[in-house]
């Protein structure tokens, strides 16, 4: 069994005390994939020497994330795009539209949105994207320049069935993490009625720890108690649910 985890930020600060012990763990409990969403030029340097240490196991993506769209935003986007001619990525991510924290620089992160999709476009890789409470501005975005082949994943995705299925029908995944484990959330209702042929897994680690664990650290272990409520939800085993989601991973990312 090979679980596949679409979204984690392993190579950040909160792990510097245990990262190899936890990825140890991770792949003795089957979670053998790991693919590395971008910050900003902060986090570059730690996630390609996480990288350079676990080559047949993480893969790094190149991009901009909307919380990290400032005034110095047009800097930022060269460091990306020159990172591209340098060498090669899974996907540029992670990007999009947060309309959650501050939305001082909002009409910056649409154009930054829109550049890095002309980059994969460009590159022809999928993006992984952020839509913190910003479907729907995202999704005229996506109407007024659409994603080529491939097409990518709605990280995190806490939408509507009705949602759900505007971004399948546009060529996307929805990434499934720890929200499908918390009471009340409504996500299970939606993934009920999705097929498994349009999702995959993630841990979005450090953050969004499910439950029981939830307001602690996600660490990449977690990412089964993920796949065990989605087969739960969609009365499936372990197993189905791990072959589908890591087939679905190598179908976007070619890995």
């Known amino acids: 069994m090979i ?3 679409t979204h984690t930020h392993l190579y950040s600060e909160e792990f510097d005390a245990d990262r190899e012990k936890l990825i140890e763990l991770a792949v003795t409990n089957g979670i053998s994939r790991f693919f590395l ?15 350079s240490r676990h080559r047949e196991i993480c893969f790094p993506m190149m991009g901009l994330h909307p919380c990290s769209v400032k005034a110095n935003w047009q800097e930022e986007m060269d460091i990306v795009e020159n990172w591209f001619r340098k060498r090669s990525f899974v996907a540029v991510g992670e990007i999009g539209i947060d309309l959650f924290w501050d939305k001082t620089f909002v009409e910056e992160q649409k154009i930054v949105f829109q550049r890095q999709v002309e980059l994969a476009n460009h590159y022809k890789v999928p993006i992984v994207i952020h839509s913190r409470e910003s479907f729907e501005l995202i999704y005229e975005l996506l109407l007024d320049l659409p994603k080529q082949e491939p097409f990518g994943i709605f990280h995190c995705f806490t939408g509507t069935e009705e949602q759900a299925n505007r971004a399948i029908d546009m060529g996307f995944y929805l990434g499934i993490g720890g929200v499908v484990t918390f009471k009340n959330s409504g996500l299970d209702k939606v993934v009920e009625k999705i097929s498994l042929d349009h999702m995959v897994l993630e841990t979005d680690a450090p953050y969004l720890a499910p439950a ?4 602690k650290r996600n660490i990449p272990e977690y990412l089964k108690l993920v796949a065990q409520k989605l087969a739960e939800i969609k009365n499936v085993s372990l197993e189905e649910i791990a072959h589908i989601s890591t087939e679905n991973s190598k179908k976007i990312f070619g890995k």
Do not use: A, V
Request: aromatic share 4%; no cysteine.
């Open 212 to 215: 029981p664990f939830r307001g």
């Open 37 to 51: 969403p971008n910050i900003d030029s902060s986090s570059i340097q730690s996630m390609l020497d996480l990288e």
């Open 3 to 5: 679980l596949t985890d």
